[in-house]
């Protein structure tokens, strides 16, 4: 796991500096802010890896400091998205600030999630095959990447597309803790706590949904 987060955070940090390049040599004013929330969406995920490896194998002030340079970005981002508003049309945004997806708890969840992931593939090493530790891993990896970066989104649509993108995480994972069928009671006991971590995380993730459809403070810039 500890090489995919590495990896993963390399590719995330690549895009911020190419998107918020490319925003700036643009001259049309549509393209710009879609560059600045791909920005803010690699951004998200970053935060989100940066975490996961301050829990895995970074040291904490390492953390603290990435993370404070990484909310920067965040700042200076929606500074330059902020210049926009005027210009921007036929876009749906929820609010003009970027959420902080540590405060929510579905996100936290998700990350919660990661850990009987984790626990589970560990208790069966020896019976799993390496391409599907690698499979657990990426899923407990990407569910909360993709709602971090739904989260710290601006654009409606895109914010929807990554929560059906945790979404059909969450069922990948469903599909995948079933192939395991006739395991002892004790890694059943693991793969339960799978299973409960994972609709939970759904539940929140379907009141999001609810929410966004429902929210009155959509402002359809014109």
Known sequence: ??????????????????????SQATKYVLQEF????????NISRCRSLLEMAMIRFIDYKLFQKADFDAMELVNMSF??????KPYVEN??????YVE??????????????????????????????????????????NTPLAIASGIGQLNIKVRIKKFNEAKKQLE????????????SDKNKADLDQV???????????NCYF?????????EQIK
Not at 91 to 96: E, M
Not at 172 to 183: D, N, Y
Not at 195 to 205: D, Y
């Open 172 to 183: 990948e994972l469903r599909v995948f803790t079933k192939s395991f069928q006739g395991i």
């Open 34 to 41: 879609n560059y600045l929330n791909v920005a803010l969406e």
């Open 91 to 96: 876009v749906a945004i929820t609010k003009w």
């Open 100 to 141: 902080d997806f540590r405060q929510s708890h579905l996100y936290n969840c998700s990350i919660d999630l990661m850990q009987p992931i984790h626990f589970f593939i560990d208790s069966i090493e020896l019976d799993v095959s390496y391409n599907r530790a690698v499979k657990a891993n990426w899923l407990a990896i």
């Open 210 to 218: 609810g929410r966004l459809k429902s929210l009155n403070n959509i």
């Open 195 to 205: 299973e409960h971590c994972r609709i939970q995380v759904l539940k929140l993730l």
């Open 79 to 84: 500074g330059l998205i902020k210049k926009l």
């Open 1 to 22: 796991m500890d090489d995919i987060v590495s990896e993963l955070l390399r590719k995330s940090a690549i895009s911020i500096t190419t998107n918020i390049a490319q």
